[in-house]
Each structure stands twice: as structure tokens, then as C-alpha cells.
């Protein structure tokens, strides 16, 4: 049996659009050092995309935690971990407090190569 697949993830758009969406929420929640997101938001930012935002959400949030900011320290993750709630729907995040300051600073995200 030979089954096609009409889906193929793109991890690395979502990312970058997940990125984007933290960047925005930081500026306006500048002192934030810690977040959690309903993970129907996150199925809203992924265009209601299920799979990214259930069962490929893990490799996607591997690649956020790769777009850095410089600091004093040198590059820096924007994202120092996070958890996915499953039972509760819940995404928690904890934010690296050296790439929040550059960020404020204005510094621009650096992404990470693509393979």
C-alpha cells in the first residue's frame, strides 16, 4: 500500500513565524522573563495547521531555540527552555534575560542556518 502525502511541515517557517510572534509579544510585554501560551494560540499563529501545532510542535520549537541575539556574552538563545502541557494545553516559556536586553536594545534576531 502506498499512501501520499499531501502535508509536508515546513519546520523552519514556523519557526520563524513563532520567532516573530515572541519578538512582537516581548515588545510588548517588555518585562516578561517567563510566558505560557494556550496552545489554540499557537494553533492560530500556525494558520490552524494541526500537526505543526501538536505533533511537530517539539522540532519546531528546536529550531526557535536556535535564533540568537548578540550580547556582551556573545550569542545568546532567545529562548532559554520551554515545556509543552499537553494535559492542560499549555506551552510554557523561559526567556535567556541577556537576549531579552539586547533585544530591548534593538538588536535583530540571527537565525540559524538552514540545513
Known sequence: MNMLYTHKPN????????????????????TEQHTSFNL?????????????????LEGILNIADEYVLDTED??????RSYHVHLDNHVLTLEFNPKAINS???GQTLINPKAA
Open 11 to 30: 519546520y523552519y517557517f514556523f519557526a520563524h513565524k513563532f520567532v516573530l510572534f515572541l519578538e512582537q509579544h516581548l515588545k510588548s510585554h517588555p
Open 103 to 105: 533585544l530591548k536594545a
Open 40 to 56: 489554540q494560540t499557537i494553533y492560530d499563529l500556525f494558520s490552524h495547521d494541526s500537526a505543526s501545532s501538536t505533533t511537530n
Open 74 to 79: 556573545g550569542p545568546q538563545s532567545l529562548i
